[in-house]
């Protein structure tokens, strides 16, 4: 069975979604480990619900963003992972990680980038009257959100929705998608190829057009 490693900051609903795609089946694989680099969240709670082994590295111990990736990395790589997926790692990460993992690390971002990378997307898209809000799920570099596009989830942005209901639409997506991209990521029916997408014939994501939901 494949190994997947989650890194998280905080609440880990996505890491939820993950776990329970592969007690399901949807993942052909499992979740062996959750890293989180702040401690006492709650995402480190479902880890421990689900007897999923997890550790904190506190990115407050070190002294620079290199010394705490290069750390991160040491245990990530000692998993053995077949995919390393961040959800909702709040750290931007440096080549000391995203280099030894290129075409096993993934992110989720809740923008349609290349729109809004970094924080507060959310309210970007409502500030600029946006007709369609979504996520982004990609390959990591050390480009902030900036990596190669796996697959897209849009929904048309009611601009009279609270800002609590317009996240708590893009949390429904991201549930959605992010275990169907990782089970065609294990099921090598997507990968990465110099610094390209590839998808396989029966890929559900190889039209790479954003997927709507409503």
Known sequence: MKRIVVLISGSGSNLEAIIEACLSQRINGEVVHVISNVPDVFGLTRAANHKIPSSVINHNDFIDRESFDRELY?????????????????????????NPLKGKLINIHPS??????????????????????????????EELDGGPIIAQGAMELDLQSSLEEVIDQIHRIEHNLYPRVIAELLDMKVGLKDNTVQFSHDSEFKDAQPLQYN
């Open 112 to 141: 349609l980038l290349p729109k809004y990378p970094g924080l507060n997307t959310h309210q970007q898209a409502i500030d600029n009257q946006d007709s369609h809000h979504g996520i982004s799920i990609h390959y990591v570099t």
């Open 74 to 98: 040491n245990q990530v790589s000692h998993l053995n992972p077949d995919l390393v997926a961040l959800a909702g790692f709040m750290r931007i990460l440096t080549a000391n990680f995203t």
